[in-house]
């Protein structure tokens, strides 16, 4: 029966079946009863309502003389189909309302109507070509029929995230990423930023955080968000600069594998730096947010600067967000012992935020190899298009510097045109390329205007050719524009 | 190929072939790489790490002439079954680690290990027998197909949710609720818990909150938690004493359609009250907390609060946890404008906390009726299982008064008996029943120990035969502690 809640006033001034008609009548004008639709028997309403049968017998027949209804022998009562009668209050919905999404780059801008964009250069873009989706629909079934055939789907699950999961990840985490941790140490989230602030309540506040800039602004959002004070640290070439962090400083937040948006990887002896900062202090903590680390097209894989050495002040987070698809939310946060037990006695009561469906699909996904050869098969094809746009810019004389290559989703270019990143973004939009500027991801008070333009190019949902199109395009957005330089300011590129 | 994540130190005493060698063992002896499991070959592994194919070739030998490896002429190599060797460093995983998950109950105490209940009265447990597992699987597997096909499988999601699942939430919060909202005005997320610290974020803080005493404890633990300060408002038979709300206080968090643990339905009067108070100061917010609407089983169906009348200052919260199952974590938030205002602004960047396939699934699961065809069901089922547990308890002479009776999935009875609360809970565990005592649901400092013993008696996850045992088990704990009393005490039901 059709929930129809009408609440009745018996001391109103309208009557019972009045109101009655009249709550029916606005609900098939709003368009939340629909055409064809099928009402409760006036027997069974009246029984819901706890009034008269001749009270419900009234009402329906009024709404039917009136047109709202269409009253079906042996059947029951219909909603009409009322046309030129519909009511424009506003409160109809239309498709109009729905919105796409903010897609995750990183970076404060809002992405445009997608109708016209048509490349789009956004970082955070992923291939879903190379997508398997017969894998992921197997081990979705095979999830669900393994939770219900074990009694396990309706129940509330470990608030951590289910152990099999957590331990296939530890297993991964182990073997490609150095990190040695217990499935007990981990925490499975709905997204990184959801982690962010479960450790915040993990950690109490408020707290000082340093970070570089510019970075991952949605970090530095979220920290301000849940009550933190942000500091920017000077960075070079080798990351944060860890004799400037300010006294006061209890958390740092760092990318050292590839560092968003430039792409520093944080060599051996500054992560020593890093760690070494944690031990002198109390209470000290620094996050390593490991995001982007399955992709690397050249060198040595860089091990995670949680594995480095056994400690207690390094709290690793890592999502599926890349390496699975953005839409899975899923990640993972590592605690190491402390904050464990601190965890448990503050957060512990909360239930996961992942359900246990979708943690057994991912797991799934993991123990049979798909993930592997998934990542494997990814990195084959994103080392394509990344070697390409490198290719394209590269003894491009527009191109003064490129940052972060060799590694990830996207590189940030710098420029030389005497255009600002505003009037190059503004440009290439009227042309359909949408693309973010470097300036989007500083930390605020923290910009530099006198910068040439950076630009960050998102390659992994392009195909080869829109990358083509998208640079040739590009190229003469700025080349009118592209200052003067000698011999000696060439263009390099660095890692 | 496996990702085989060796750290070489150039400059180490130790020679590159014996750190390959060691990184293996050690994998294979922690069970990290298990027996049978297929090493990359040689000469992949050698161009992985950049060194020289002999290199490799040493230290493969070395791991076969010991046993650790197996060579398969034209296949490669394997880890060998290792039985007896294995180390006994702690390293491993085994199955004890497995905790089983903390029930949601709402209050403080821990589920102790389940082998040893065989009666679970804790509330919060569901009826899985019910459960319409072939349409759920029907749906998901729908939703899967669907979003594949239209290529939205992967891609980042609204960040508020959904649209069609917020549209088809908001249907069904006007026609069984009474609520209206436009879809727009919904956030949803991973749970009520994410819920509450999202709106703290939106609504800045810290805040002075007033809750009940008894009440739902882990929204009070969310709230401190977040840093927000809580003050216990002094409650009688209609919930909230709101001329008792002190000053300062910006928030107010009810449930007034069926208080948690006592069941109080705050009647209309009251409510009005409330909103008074709301708009009676400025940035004064009601937070409504509508869990278990769903099922009523005497009296009219009781509306929402932020029904009652076109307001800004009642967010209502919903969730699934009840309706459909614990594990699946979908929760939405209704904002009223000048919120979802800050939202966006502060908020909006953050992805959605439900994954995209969860959520159209159960959109599929509301809008195809599944959804209410299960309320209706499982109503039936619950409402048998309620009749039988009050029925059960009427007359019993060691049952001094009846909370929360006509709805939900629990009920609360007060004991006259001469056991202390801790006394009771302890001799039915020794019976091998969990049951949870109503001084776990007070908010710190607010305890009336001189009180009747109160028991919370979920019956949602119990059959019928586990309902009447349980309860004649539980008799017997009492029966020779019942205080004495006279007949002008006589025990009464109260809704």
Same sequence: chains 1, 2.
């Avoid at 900062?277 to 982007?292: M, P, S």
């Amino acid at each position: 029966m059709k929930e129809l809640l009408i609440e009745l006033d018996t001391g109103a001034k309208t009557s019972l079946y009045e109101q009655i008609y009249e709550y029916i009548r606005r609900n098939i004008m709003d368009g939340r009863l629909s055409c064809g639709e099928r009402l409760p028997s006036a027997r069974l309403l009246a029984e819901h309502l706890k009034i008269s049968r001749s009270t419900v017998d009234a009402a329906y027949a009024q709404l039917v003389s009136e047109g709202y209804l269409q009253a079906k022998r042996g059947s029951g009562y219909y909603v009409c189909d009322i046309g030129g009668l519909y009511d424009f209050t506003g409160h109809g919905h239309t498709d109009a309302d729905n919105e796409s999404g903010k897609q995750e780059g990183g970076c404060d801008e809002k992405i445009p109507a997608e109708q016209e964009v048509r490349y789009n250069f956004l970082p955070g873009q992923i291939d879903d070509q190379g997508f398997a989706y017969h894998a992921w629909r197997k081990c979705a079934k095979e999830a669900l029929a393994d939770l219900e055939s074990r009694r396990q789907l309706l129940s509330v699950g470990h608030p951590q995230g289910e152990y099999e999961l957590r331990r296939a990840i530890a297993t991964y985490l182990y073997q490609a990423r150095g990190v040695y941790c217990e499935p007990e140490q981990m925490v499975i989230g709905a997204g990184n930023e959801y982690l962010l602030q479960l450790l915040a309540q993990i950690l109490g506040g408020p707290r000082l955080v340093a970070m570089e800039s510019p970075t991952y602004l949605q970090a530095y959002h979220t920290f301000c968000n849940i009550g933190y004070t942000v500091s920017a640290v000077p960075v070079d070439m080798e990351g944060m600069q860890v004799d400037r962090i300010p006294d006061g400083i209890t958390l740092a937040y760092v990318m050292p594998s590839h560092q968003f948006p430039l792409g520093t990887v944080m060599p051996l002896r500054r992560r020593l730096q890093l760690l070494a900062w944690a031990q002198g202090g109390t209470e000290r903590f620094i996050i390593e947010d490991d995001y982007d680390s399955e992709f690397r097209y050249t060198g040595r894989p860089i091990p995670a600067l949680s594995g480095i050495t056994r400690q207690e002040q390094v709290v690793y987070l890592g999502t599926f967000s890349n390496s699975i698809m953005p839409s899975v939310r899923i990640s993972y946060m590592v605690l190491p012992q402390p904050l464990l037990t601190a965890y448990k006695e503050t957060c512990g009561f909360y239930a996961s935020t992942v359900s246990k469906e979708q943690q057994m699909t991912v797991c799934r996904f993991l123990t049979q190899r798909y993930f592997e050869r998934h990542l494997n098969k990814m990195r084959g094809i994103y080392k394509v298009k990344h070697d390409l746009l490198l290719q394209l810019l590269r003894g491009k004389f527009w191109v003064w510097r490129i940052y972060g290559d060799h590694a990830g989703l996207h590189l940030a270019v710098e420029l030389a045109c005497s255009l600002t990143e505003e009037e190059v973004i503004a440009r290439a939009r009227s042309f359909g390329i949408c693309v973010q500027g470097m300036s989007g991801c500083y930390i605020a008070g923290n910009k530099k205007p006198d910068d040439r333009p950076i630009l960050l190019l998102g390659f992994g949902g392009l195909t080869q050719e829109q990358i083509q199109e998208g640079i040739q395009i590009l190229e003469r957005c700025v080349v009118h524009h592209a200052a003067d330089r000698t011999d000696s300011e060439k263009k390099r590129t660095t890692g």
